[in-house]
């Protein structure tokens, strides 16, 4: 039998409620395949590390690639649970997910970028500046990512920092990107941003992916959640909220281990002057004496509940290391919070990507 036998055809997916339906190609992804022909499901890591992409498979047959249990689980599996970022139909496939809309997806596009700055926010947090060809549009939404085309087709992903409608204020010119990037020692792309990346360099960009940005139809007060430079994607949104001007209650907890994890801190109290909707709580796990640290300590996600009991009313973003994401989506559904009401975007390393292949 030659292999090209083997190879699962295409079929077609549908999407509930929104009636959204698209072809997949052989051995295509669910995923891979919406967002190829403009479909708006919801997605993170697109590696089968975060969860993100999960919903329910109202009918069809689908084949999973490698993918980690926290993500899905053999029951959840069991239960018609499907992971579009690894789910190969090998049916016409009917699936229920409720964040899929007809007007947030944008198109992808591959395009060169120069390095038009590097700027160092703390001893390991790099923001990058990109300029981007003035022929090339490129649209995104606040909070979604780029992902870096390195050498052999290797990918390294990375949330813009600033919303759409400041590109043309970092220096007076269209198409400027920031991008906060921390260095992991051994890292093939963090080496390279911390050491020989100089400005004026091409590097090669494609985007934007992600489903975490704003859901502008609801009047709910809003919990931003970030740890570390999670925090990227949230000062985009705050960036979004302030030009929309949103009246909706916003609080953000920004955690890291010590005060200096908190990097653009200033920035942020600067906001509270120009957005008074805006309520700011930072909070440190791990504070040394030399830090002098006087504020709230502890979990970030567990800041939160401490102050809301009750989150059946609010909205929640919440971005940053998958332990922070996954406890928070935890415990506030819990506390009351509405599954559909907890939006997320758990930054994925490679070493989560290299066990969700151990795994599978």
Same mark, same amino acid.
């Given at each position: 039998?030659?292999?090209?036998?083997?190879?699962?055809?295409?079929?077609?997916?549908?999407?509930?409620?929104?009636?959204?339906?698209?072809? +997949? /190609?052989?051995? /295509?992804?669910?995923?891979?395949?919406?967002?190829?022909?403009?479909?708006?499901?919801? !997605?993170? &890591?697109?590696?089968?590390?975060?969860?993100?992409?999960? &919903?329910?498979?109202?009918?069809?047959?689908?084949?999973?690639?490698? =993918?980690?249990?926290?993500?899905?689980?053999?029951?959840?599996?069991?239960?018609?649970?499907?992971?579009?970022? &690894?789910?190969?139909?090998?049916?016409?496939?009917?699936?229920? *997910?409720?964040?899929? +809309?007809?007007?947030?997806?944008?198109?992808?596009?591959?395009?060169?970028?120069?390095? %038009?700055?590097? /700027?160092?926010?703390?001893?390991?947090? @790099?923001?990058?500046?990109?300029?981007?060809?003035?022929?090339?549009?490129?649209?995104?939404?606040?909070?979604?990512? $780029?992902?870096?085309?390195?050498?052999?087709?290797?990918?390294?992903? !990375?949330?813009?920092?600033?919303?759409?409608? +400041?590109?043309?204020?970092?220096?007076?010119?269209?198409?400027?990107?920031?991008?906060?990037?921390?260095?992991?020692?051994?890292?093939?792309?963090?080496?390279?941003?911390?050491?020989?990346?100089? /400005?004026?360099?091409?590097?090669?960009?494609?985007?934007?992916?992600? *489903?975490?940005?704003?859901?502008?139809?609801?009047? %709910?007060?809003? $919990?931003?959640?970030?740890?570390?430079?999670?925090?990227?994607?949230?000062?985009?949104?705050?960036?979004?909220?302030?030009?929309?001007?949103?009246?909706?209650?916003?609080?953000?907890?920004?955690?890291?281990?010590?005060?200096?994890?908190?990097?653009?801190?200033?920035?942020? %109290?600067?906001?509270?002057?120009? @957005?008074?909707?805006?309520?700011?709580?930072?909070?440190?796990?791990?504070?040394?004496?030399?830090?002098?640290?006087?504020?709230?300590?502890?979990?970030? =996600?567990?800041?939160?509940?401490?102050?809301?009991?009750?989150?059946?009313? !609010?909205?929640?973003?919440? &971005?940053?290391?998958?332990? $922070?994401?996954?406890?928070?989506?935890?415990? !506030? +559904?819990?506390?009351?919070?509405?599954?559909?009401?907890?939006?997320?975007?758990?930054?994925?390393?490679?070493?989560?990507?290299?066990?969700?292949?151990?795994?599978?």
């Amino acid at each position: 039998m030659t292999h090209s036998a083997t190879r699962a055809p295409g079929f077609q997916i549908t999407v509930q409620p929104s009636g959204r339906a698209f072809s +997949t /190609e052989p051995d /295509e992804t669910i995923l891979a395949a919406g967002i190829r022909a403009g479909v708006a499901l919801p !997605y993170g &890591c697109k590696d089968g590390a975060c969860g993100t992409c999960k &919903c329910k498979k109202i009918d069809g047959r689908v084949v999973h690639g490698a =993918h980690q249990s926290k993500a899905l689980s053999d029951e959840e599996e069991a239960q018609g649970w499907v992971l579009t970022c &690894c789910a190969v139909a090998h049916s016409d496939v009917l699936l229920e *997910s409720r964040q899929v +809309t007809r007007e947030n997806a944008l198109p992808i596009r591959k395009m060169p970028a120069r390095i %038009k700055a590097l /700027e160092r926010l703390s001893p390991d947090v @790099m923001r990058l500046q990109l300029q981007l060809p003035a022929s090339e549009a490129f649209n995104y939404h606040a909070g979604q990512y $780029v992902e870096f085309i390195l050498a052999g087709g290797v990918r390294r992903s !990375y949330s813009m920092a600033n919303a759409p409608h +400041t590109l043309a204020d970092l220096d007076g010119k269209p198409g400027g990107l920031e991008l906060h990037i921390r260095h992991m020692p051994g890292g093939q792309f963090t080496d390279q941003v911390f050491g020989a990346m100089k /400005e004026r360099d091409i590097v090669r960009i494609e985007g934007p992916f992600g *489903s975490f940005y704003l859901h502008e139809d609801s009047a %709910k007060p809003i $919990v931003l959640l970030a740890s570390g430079t999670g925090f990227a994607p949230i000062k985009a949104l705050i960036e979004q909220l302030q030009h929309t001007g949103s009246k909706r209650p916003v609080t953000l907890y920004w955690g890291g281990r010590r005060p200096s994890d908190l990097y653009l801190d200033a920035w942020v %109290k600067a906001q509270l002057t120009q @957005m008074p909707s805006l309520r700011y709580v930072p909070v440190v796990s791990d504070a040394l004496a030399e830090d002098g640290w006087q504020g709230r300590t502890g979990f970030v =996600h567990l800041a939160v509940l401490q102050d809301l009991a009750e989150l059946s009313l !609010y909205q929640v973003y919440a &971005c940053g290391a998958p332990i $922070v994401v996954d406890s928070a989506r935890s415990a !506030y +559904t819990q506390a009351g919070l509405p599954e559909d009401e907890f939006y997320a975007d758990a930054f994925i390393t490679e070493a989560d990507k290299a066990r969700s292949a151990a795994t599978a």
